[in-house]
């Protein structure tokens, strides 16, 4: 008598209550605001909670975002589930020793679709670009670090914004479309003048997740 084969219900289950568009597993560096932003932003824009993982890495340096990043996408894997079609590391700049080694092997993965979304000192650099536009850089000044300095330039436009805030994405969701326009002036400027700070790629992401919403049908297509 022929064995039956035993069905993978748990991955006929996940595929069937997921969206149909790609699996992504975004990593955050950040333990509160970065994975709360992007957390917003998929409940926002009605994306998939099985396909778009937002998790919070194992450790507050970006080192630690990409051992993060690959055990989890691994572990995917090792449970016979579909792997992550993209994978985005999201981290800062700010003082880390081992930012640069974070990049280099994210650069060594990108062949697997691994994706770094840097900022320069840090992410409310983004939140910033909500409100203005500027390349003035922020530098340490005295016990104040960099990063330290932008979220005080932040607060003079956003009084009441503290790490950790929530609520943060759709308090900004009508000056977006500016902040996406400003941050890749940024970057482009960052590229021609070989000078990082302050920029950002948190557009990136977000320009991609925008994509997949517009593509979710016209409950996607609610939110501008």
């Known amino acids: 008598m022929p064995k039956r084969r035993i069905r993978d219900t748990g991955r006929r289950s996940e595929q069937m209550a997921a969206g149909h568009y790609e699996y992504v597993l975004i990593v955050c560096e950040g333990e509160k605001t970065e994975p709360d932003y992007f957390t917003e932003l998929r409940k926002g824009y009605r994306l998939s909670a099985i396909n778009i993982m937002i998790v919070t890495a194992d450790g507050s340096d970006p080192m630690s975002v990409v051992r993060t990043a690959r055990r989890v996408q691994q572990k995917r894997k090792q449970q016979r589930k579909r792997p992550y079609d993209r994978v985005y590391c999201v981290f800062d700049r700010d003082e880390h020793a081992h930012f640069e080694d974070a990049s280099r092997q994210l650069e060594n993965l990108r062949k697997q679709r691994f994706y770094p979304i840097r ?45 950790g805030a929530t609520g943060v994405f759709m308090e900004l969701l009508p000056r977006l479309e500016a902040a996406r326009e ?20 948190v557009h990136e992401l977000v320009d991609y997740l925008r994509r997949l919403r517009m593509g979710n049908g016209p409950e996607g297509a609610a939110l501008c």
Not at 134 to 150: I, K, L, M, V
Not at 182 to 201: I, V
């Open 119 to 163: 900022s320069w000192p840090c992410f409310e650099f983004w939140l910033l670009l909500h409100f203005t536009y500027t390349r003035r850089p922020f530098e340490r000044d005295g016990r104040q670090t960099a990063a330290r300095n932008c979220e005080s330039a932040l607060r003079r436009e956003m009084p009441h914004y503290r790490k």
């Open 182 to 201: 400003r941050a890749a002036r940024a970057r482009e400027d960052a590229k021609a003048t070989l000078e990082n700070n302050p920029s950002t790629e």
